[in-house]
């Protein structure tokens, strides 16, 4: 059997890390496409050498752009890499340009398409992830759901039966698999100076809000009155310094901030387990955030990942308010939510390599 998998953006990199060695160890021929989504080095080539990803066989360099530009281009790319390697199967993570493009063009070309991460809905079509998520899981064959909550909003569009599987989240398999090598290697604290326990970790990239300059600039004043008490570290996604740059709030930033280049996966795992509070935007950081255990705050109306709302690791905020963001870090700060299993045991890329192989053997 042969597996062709997508990939392009960070949090692709990140997933992909665990079904790649799952694959080996399974002997699954599995050829790794990037589509060149993500290219700096720190946005890519950072993540292959610190977790260990097999070098991708095809890299399509397709880079920046409009959504259709970006996805147009990815398409009309990887419908002739499709074509060259005659995969089994396609399979694809997430919610990002490059899930979306590759989904669209294996199922034109009746390949078959496994999505992991499937099911998810924020409710907000206004989100380009939301439009790829719904699209994604609605041409897949095979689906791979990490909750009960994405199980149920599947079945609400009608998708059920026995080709969509509960899986866990591969986020969670990721999170213990380089827990003890984070632990060895990272030196983030000392090269910072930041004492565990003692600080906010946080990040921003969503295009709702940084391409917005007034929810920009809110943010931008939220974490500086958070950071008059307490350190603030910011790793700079390359969207969000673009952004900043250009509309000259980067020096207020950094001269109250604690700002860095992206960090790598090991050093933004140390950097979330010895936070007292992670404030984010992002989808992935809500979930490593409870899988630390640390409280999270998340500057957004809507999430996917409402368990951790219900059990109270996560609060949301709206971008659009400063001093609710001041509010809800020192209401987060110091507490804990309740304990949930909801994104499975660890074992989700065993599933995911366990479940194609059986497929493709029937
Ligand atoms: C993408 C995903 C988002 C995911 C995020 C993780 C889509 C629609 N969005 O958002 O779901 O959470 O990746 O980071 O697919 N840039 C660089 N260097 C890079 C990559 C990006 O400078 O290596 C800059 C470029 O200015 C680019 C901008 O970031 O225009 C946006 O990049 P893009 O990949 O389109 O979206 P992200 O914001 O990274």
Redesign the pocket.
Known sequence: MKVLTIV????QFIKASVVSKAFVVAGVDECLVHTG????EN??AAFFDELGIPTPKVNLHIG??G?GL?TGRMMEALEGCILDEHPDWILVY??????LAGALVGAKLHVPVAHVEAGLRSFDRKM??EV?RVVTDHVSRLLFVPTAAAMDNLAREGITGDMVLRSGDVMFDVALHYASKADRESKLLSRLGLSSGEYVVATV???EN?DNLDTLRSIVDGLLAVAESRPVLLPL???TA?SLSASGMRERMEAGLLVTEPLGYLDMLQAVKHAAVVVTD???LQKEAFFQRRPCVTLRTTTEWIELLETGWNRLVPPTDGESIVKAVDAAWGSAGTETDVYGDGRAAELIVRSLTELDAR
């Open positions: 392009g953006a960070r949090p989504q993500h290219y700096d946005m890519s920046s752009g959504h970006q997430g919610d990002t340009n490059s899930t380009p992830e790829n990239h969503r295009a940084t996604h390359p969207r673009a992002s989808g992935g």
